[in-house]
């Protein structure tokens, strides 16, 4: 696999810290540990890597000039992408980003949720 630290641009490395952050590994009945406790990107399957990856790159794409527009930077936008189509009670609309704030949220939520999980092979799916 390659080296994603540098494949990766800032956005979908931060959404994918993001949801590392935000997802347990169920490993007890109360939720377990959060994956970036025990598991980095390179963790992450490749089918499921690939998936990231075409998101955040169509995500970025599809809605670059209000990202633009929002004065956010890579880093944010990509967390916040990541928050606000998994409904986790923070992201773009919390921001205070006016109507720019009310348009990416109602993009990142066309995309739905995501749940990460721990595989078998100890690798992360979606």
Same mark, same amino acid.
């Given at each position: ?14 959404? %994918? ?6 997802? &347990? *590994? +169920? =490993? #007890? $009945?109360?939720?377990?540990?959060? !994956? ?16 990231? %990856? ?6 970025? &794409? *599809? +809605? =670059? #000039? $209000?990202?633009?527009?929002?004065? !956010? ?54």
């Amino acid at each position: 696999m390659p080296n994603t630290q540098t494949t990766l641009d800032t956005f979908t490395r931060a959404y %994918i810290a993001c949801a590392l952050w935000s997802s &347990t *590994d +169920n =490993a #007890d $009945d109360s939720g377990g540990e959060p !994956l970036d406790a025990n598991y980095n990107e390179s963790d992450i399957a490749p089918a499921t890597l690939a998936e990231i %990856i075409s998101d955040c790159a169509a995500f970025q &794409t *599809d +809605n =670059a #000039d $209000d990202l633009r527009t929002s004065r !956010l930077s890579d880093e944010q936008a990509g967390h916040d992408f990541w928050l606000t189509r998994n409904g986790c009670g923070a992201g773009f609309w919390d921001r205070g980003l006016g109507k720019v704030g009310k348009t990416l949220t109602d993009a990142a939520h066309v995309w739905g949720s995501v749940n990460l999980y721990v595989g078998d092979d100890d690798q992360i799916y979606a």
